[in-house]
């Protein structure tokens, strides 16, 4: 996938999207000729609601045919699902690529919503038979989510009657959405029958929105006992809509464990809310064409995050300048690590916080035998310094291989999960045939099986290259087992898409 145009689009808080109705698109994208322009369509509700389905749409006016692929990306820039397709000049969309609505968001979730962002891919291969120069662009939808979460305290819970109410208001920041009451209340026909119900209350004249909860009873030491999740989707009506939330617990269980869930009679239910408005922003974010485009893919690729505001994207990098500081002034610093002849000075509370390894480290009973000098073995003195930055500023500097893999080294041993994860995206990035075993290797010595799973993925994208080379045969005979597992992955995923 060297030449042509490559179009990405991220849908961020796309579990909202259900409750969007007809087709939602991309923003429209130029494809590199006779200043014609596509998008990507979704349709949310295809085959009685079983499906979601995804297609290439061309301007009307737009005579050309193209031959394309659509694939849906997982969290390392990897097909899960890809097919090829092909539009005529007189028609205006391609045929669907088609995905369970049950697999999307439940039975694969983890594979096609890392952090709920779906992620497409269109590569558009020739137009009129003619290739195409190598460019790429990105887009990024995001799906409006607001959330709060409060706890409400419901008082002298075990003198509640029969039909008598409670009430709570939740507002909205959105001011073109009114309040929702939320009213618990006692049914049952006898004392042993009692149950808590919860409805939630929506006032007439407001547009549709989807709302999600979840419901928590706590206990004395505030810790979530029961928990009860559901959604809604409220449609734009007139009337007063009222959502009849599903049972949490009878009265008869609080009362019978009392001491631990109704301290001072008093019932606490933690309320999380999350309340979409649909569509808050949908551009372009990159468009680049030529040979200088790999940075800015990777990291769109890698990024889960939001776009910060211009303002905290300030704060946090004030924060971040303030703890570099902090790190490299040495200021109330109160341990060091000591790497052969270097020290480097540090903070035991931020090592504390970011590895549970030094916060085990730092115990009373470790620190009495340790002092304020920590030795590190078998890192060297420029990796430890990098791993520092990072505990202290959340940022790594552009790496070499070779650096990234001493860097993912130090992560694993000191269990630091998140820049373990940022060096292994690195690793995927940069994936290629020459260095396929290398990366099994160290993910099946690191028990990292999302970039195993990466590597098998690769293997099966370009089977017959990687499998021909002698770093492979030579690693199937010092380890077989290894080979065998990737191998049985590239064949059963082949037949599964056969099916």
Known sequence: MSEGTIFIWKIENFSYFWHTEGEFSSPWFDTGVAKGKCQIALKNRYDNNKKIACCLCKEDDYNFSIEYDISFLNSRGLAELRDSFFISQSRSNGDYLLIESEELFDLRKHDFLPNDALTIQCYLKTIDGFCLEKSRCFARTQIGVEQSSFVWNIDNLSSLQISQETTVVVESSNDQYSPLTLKLYLTGK?????????????NQGDKKSLCTLKMSVLNNIKESIVIVSDKCLFQETKEVEV???????????????????????TLSLKCEFSISFGVLSNHIEYDKRGKDYCQNFDSFLMDGDKLPSESLENECNSLKQAMKCLLEEGT???????VDEATFPAHKAVLSARSPVFKAMFSRDMMEKTGDMVDIKDIDGDTVRRMLQYLYTDSITSLEWQNTEKLYFAA????ILCLKRKCASIFVAKMEPSNICQLLIMADMHQDEDLKKAVHDFLYQNDVQILNLDEWKNLEESNPRMTSDALRYVYLKSRQNRI
């Open 190 to 202: 006898s004392r042993s029958d009692e149950k808590l119900e919860v409805e939630v209350q929506r």
């Open 243 to 265: 959502w009849r939330f599903p049972q949490i617990i009878k009265k008869n269980e609080l009362i019978g464990a009392k001491n631990q869930l109704l301290p001072d009679d």
């Open 412 to 415: 694993d041993k000191y269990e």
């Open 332 to 338: 109330f610093c109160d341990v060091h690590l000591r």
